[in-house]
Nanobody, 114 residues
Framework: QVQFVESGGGLVQPGGSLRLSCVFSGSIANIYVMGWFRQALGKQRELVAVVNNFGLKNYADAVKGRFTISRDGAKNTVALQMNSLNTEDTAVYYC????????WGQGIQVTVSS
């Protein structure tokens, strides 16, 4: 049984920063990619950032230059450093693990508001 713990979300003012962390317990074999998605109210879930086993990272255009994804395979952790946040970043953020099966975190709210 794989369990996820996401942390680091909350309320932040525009221009501020947050660091999301996703830690999973249990055994997941052959992890290919780890990443983050987000879903704003009334919108479809969208990819934010991914990192593969070789450390290659890819970002959505909307977050390039502001967000940084990192992973620590030994610690079963994927993190998302979010800087220069704006109101359009408000969403529920989900971590995702791609392996032979796909696994999703439970989601964590990020609200950017003054």
């Amino acid at each position: 049984q794989v369990q996820f713990v996401e942390s680091g979300g909350g309320l932040v003012q525009p221009g501020g920063s947050l660091r999301l962390s996703c830690v999973f317990s249990g055994s997941i074999a052959n992890i290919y990619v780890m990443g983050w998605f987000r879903q704003a109210l009334g919108k479809q879930r969208e990819l934010v950032a991914v990192v593969n086993n070789f450390g290659l990272k890819n970002y959505a255009d909307a977050v390039k230059g502001r967000f940084t994804i990192s992973r620590d395979g030994a610690k079963n952790t994927v993190a998302l450093q979010m800087n220069s946040l704006n109101t359009e970043d408000t969403a529920v953020y989900y971590c995702k693990i791609w392996s032979r099966s796909d696994y999703w975190g439970q989601g964590i709210q990020v609200t950017v508001s003054s």
